[in-house]
C-alpha cells in the first residue's frame, strides 16, 4: 500500500485536528496513520497523516495546491509527499568509520527509504568502501587557509546531487553558519553525550578517569551553535568500573551508531517536526 504523508506544525487552535482531517476526506482520502500532539506550553500544534495515495481524487501537485489556502489560514509549516519518493542524502565522514559503515549497511538491507547521492571525505580512507557500493566518492581535504573554498565546494556537491539531507557520520569538520542557515534543518549531526562536562580532545581517557557510570550519544540537527542543535534521539549504555577507555570507546561507538541510525530513519520518513530548539518526533 503506498502512502502519502503530510506533516504539519502551526500555532494551536480549536478544531484543527478536524479542519485538516475534513480536508482530506473532501478529497477522498483513506486515513490509514495519525500522529498529533499539542505543545500547552508554547501553545503549538504537530501532527503527522499517513494516506492511502490510492484513495486520494487529485494528483499530488493539485493536492498542494488545494491545501496551501488552508495551511496559510492556519499559519502552518507543512509537507505533502509520497512516502514512495525517497530523499536523496550525502554522508559525510572523515577517519572513524563506524557511523559510515552501519548506515551504508542498514541503506543496502532496506532499513533508511533514501538514495545515497554521495559521500564527501577530507581524507580518502573510505573510498573503496564507498565506490564499492556504486555511490560516488568525493574527497575534499582541508589545507591551511583554504576551508572557506573547500566547503564552497561541498556545498556545491550538495546542491548538484539534490540533497534532501546531509548526515555528518563523525565527520570531524565544524561546518560554517552560513551553511547551517541555508541548509536549517537538513544536516544531521552525532557527537558523545559527554558534552559539556568533558570537551574537547581525549574525552573517553577524561571519562575513564572520572569514573563515568554512563555511555551515550546525541543525534541532533547542526545550528552554527555548535553542538547545541535540536535533538532527534539520544542513547545511552551502563559502563561498569573494569571497563578501561578502550571498553569506554567502544560502547560509545555503538550508541553512536544506534542514535544516529534512529534519527536519520525518522528524518527520512517525516516523523521529526522543527519547533525552535526542540523536536517533536512520532516514532515508528
Request: net charge negative; hydrophobic share 45%.
Amino acid at each position: 500500500m503506498h502512502k502519502t504523508i503530510i506533516k504539519l506544525t502551526c500555532p494551536d487552535r480549536v478544531g484543527l485536528l478536524a479542519r485538516i482531517t475534513a480536508f482530506i476526506a473532501e478529497h477522498g482520502g483513506n486515513l490509514d496513520e495519525v500522529h498529533q500532539f499539542t505543545d500547552s506550553q508554547a501553545g503549538w500544534f504537530f501532527t503527522r497523516m499517513a494516506i492511502e495515495t490510492e484513495t486520494l481524487r487529485l494528483p499530488l501537485a493539485q493536492l498542494r495546491a488545494e491545501f496551501s489556502p488552508l495551511a496559510a489560514e492556519l499559519n502552518a509549516q507543512w509537507t505533502i509527499r509520497r512516502e514512495a519518493d525517497k530523499m536523496r542524502i550525502v554522508l559525510m565522514v572523515s577517519r572513524l568509520g563506524h557511523c559510515l559503515a552501519d548506515l551504508l549497511w542498514r541503506w543496502k538491507a532496506g532499513e533508511l527509504p533514501c538514495d545515497i547521492a554521495a559521500v564527501v571525505a577530507n581524507h580518502e580512507d573510505f573510498r573503496t568502501t564507498v565506490e564499492r557500493e556504486g555511490i560516488p566518492f568525493h574527497h575534499i581535504p582541508f589545507t591551511p587557509g583554504e576551508k572557506a573554498a573547500a566547503f564552497t565546494n561541498i556545498e556545491r556537491i550538495w546542491t548538484d546531487a539534490g540533497a534532501d539531507l546531509i548526515v555528518l557520520a563523525r565527520y570531524m569538520q565544524i561546518i560554517p553558519p552560513d551553511l547551517c542557515h541555508r541548509w536549517q534543518g537538513r544536516i544531521i549531526n552525532i557527537h558523545h553525550s559527554f558534552l559539556p562536562s568533558f570537551v574537547g580532545a581525549n574525552p573517553y581517557q577524561r571519562a575513564w578517569e572520572r569514573g563515568v557510570k554512563l555511555i551515550g550519544a546525541t543525534c541532533h540537527y547542526v545550528t552554527p551553535d555548535l553542538d547545541e542543535g535540536p535533538i532527534l534521539e539520544q542513547e545511552v549504555i551502563r559502563a561498569e568500573h573494569f571497563h578501561d577507555t578502550e571498553d569506554l570507546l567502544r560502547l560509545g561507538r555503538d550508541c553512536e551508531k544506534q542514535a544516529l541510525a534512529r534519527g536519520v530513519r525518522w528524518h527520512l520518513s517525516d516523523r521529526v517536526l522543527l519547533h525552535g530548539k526542540r523536536t517533536v518526533v512520532f516514532r515508528d
